[in-house]
């Protein structure tokens, strides 16, 4: 078990009445226990928090009017990831697949995997079948594409990002999901805190379903996926933004951390590649 202590801090100037969606509290789940968390507003306003997908997704609405805001939250996780060895987890047969994992081999707003059907089986459609070839795309994605914070906007899918040859974490993860996709691997994002990222940030991983498991990847090789804490899990980056606004503000300042109290040190080694890593609930 990791016992993690995670947070952020945002700030906004909020120029007409504004209502946010934020998205950036721990998933409870049976491998995410929260000890002790908060939500503070400053100004004090009232708060509306509501389960919004049976993955454990959690969100918050706040309506404000024009002026200066803070949000902040805090939360000690209790970490309780399942373990495999890598070497032993396969892929699992599409007439096997279970019907709610189904929707995970479909395209989505930032997926264009029946884009790329032709593209990943000439790269990977000979590969071993298991979560190696997973390794493979994530092992590809990390030395073809350049991690350039900036580069990429709120529009930009993971065919643009291909062209591009460059993105940041979301990218990454949505050019692993994509490919999964296109091989018959089923795969989505989440996203969450991540201990020992540099910068500190909101961070994006992908999932992909084997051995009738999700098992977690990161294409960035920013972090190690043993110390990632899950705030929301969805098709892709849309569904899990972690501030959604509606009417008009901008945030000067932003701050995120995720730190390690006590640790399984194995699995928060980043050179750790045997092995393989499940929190889904």
């Known amino acids: 078990m990791n016992q993690i202590k995670v947070g952020c801090r945002l700030v906004y100037q909020v120029h007409t009445p504004t209502t946010f969606l934020f998205n950036i509290s721990a998933a409870r789940n049976e491998h995410q226990q929260i000890v002790e968390e908060s939500f503070y507003v400053e100004p004090y306003y009232r708060i509306e928090e509501g389960a919004v997908s049976p993955l454990g997704n959690r969100m918050v609405r706040l309506s ?5 805001l803070t949000v902040s939250y805090t939360a000690t996780v209790n970490l309780m990831v399942e373990e495999a060895q890598a070497t032993d987890v396969s ?3 599409f007439e096997q697949l279970p019907a709610d994992v189904l929707p995970y081999l479909n395209p989505s707003r930032y997926c264009e995997s029946d884009k790329l059907l032709q593209f990943a089986s000439e790269k990977f459609g000979s590969l071993v079948p298991d979560y190696s070839r997973v390794t493979a795309i994530c092992n590809w994605v990390y030395d073809e594409l350049s991690y350039t914070s900036g580069s990429t906007g709120p529009t930009t899918t993971a065919c ?3 062209e591009l040859k460059k993105g940041v974490c979301r990218d990454f993860a949505h050019v692993g999901i994509s490919l999964c996709r296109a091989l018959g691997i089923p795969a989505r994002y989440v996203a969450g805190y991540a201990v020992n990222l540099e910068p500190p940030d909101f961070h994006g ?16 090789r920013l972090a190690p996926v043993g110390g990632f804490v899950r705030i929301g899990t969805g098709r892709d980056a849309a569904d899990v933004a972690f501030s959604t606004i509606r009417g008009s503000a901008d945030s000067p300042e932003m701050q995120v951390w995720a730190n390690e109290e006590r640790s399984n040190d194995r699995l928060l080694d980043p050179n750790n590649v045997e092995t393989a890593v499940s929190s889904a609930p």
Do not use: I, S
């Open 205 to 220: 991983f992908f999932e992909a379903y084997l051995d009738g498991r999700w098992f977690l990847f990161d294409a960035t």
């Open 91 to 93: 892929e699992t047969p």
């Open 64 to 68: 404000v009017p024009p002026g200066d």
């Open 160 to 162: 643009d990002v291909l």
